[in-house]
């Protein structure tokens, strides 16, 4: 019986880490593309904005340049900020550190 406690005590404890790293996690938002070729899925490249209005506005340039291009989201990333969208050019962040 002590081992089942045991084993209780760390899933719990692994529970309670993974929410603490997700907490304290970056968010970012990336820019995600359904195109003609691929109409049933959403990609997205490496590409990660500190805004949702960025990646919007990426989002926004890509769909006037490419023809391919059905829709475009931005939605919310755990990855860091990687780049920043000032007017119609994409220049590389360095990201956040604690």
């Known amino acids: 019986m002590e081992g089942l406690a045991f084993i209780a005590v760390i899933i719990t404890l692994v ?3 993974r929410r603490i790293v997700k ?4 968010v970012s938002w ?3 593309l359904r ?4 109409p049933d899925e959403w990609n997205a490249n490496m590409l990660r ?3 949702e209005e960025e990646a919007t506005r990426y989002g926004e340039r890509t769909k006037a340049n490419w023809q391919a ?6 939605v919310k990333s755990e990855d ?3 780049s920043e969208f ?3 050019i994409v220049t590389p962040k360095k990201p956040k550190t604690n």
């Open 15 to 17: 529970f309670v880490y």
């Open 23 to 26: 907490q304290k996690r970056l």
């Open 30 to 32: 990336k820019t995600e």
């Open 35 to 38: 195109t003609t070729h691929f």
């Open 49 to 51: 904005f500190e805004t």
């Open 69 to 74: 291009v059905l829709e475009f989201r931005a």
């Open 80 to 82: 860091p900020v990687n």
């Open 86 to 88: 000032t007017g119609w």
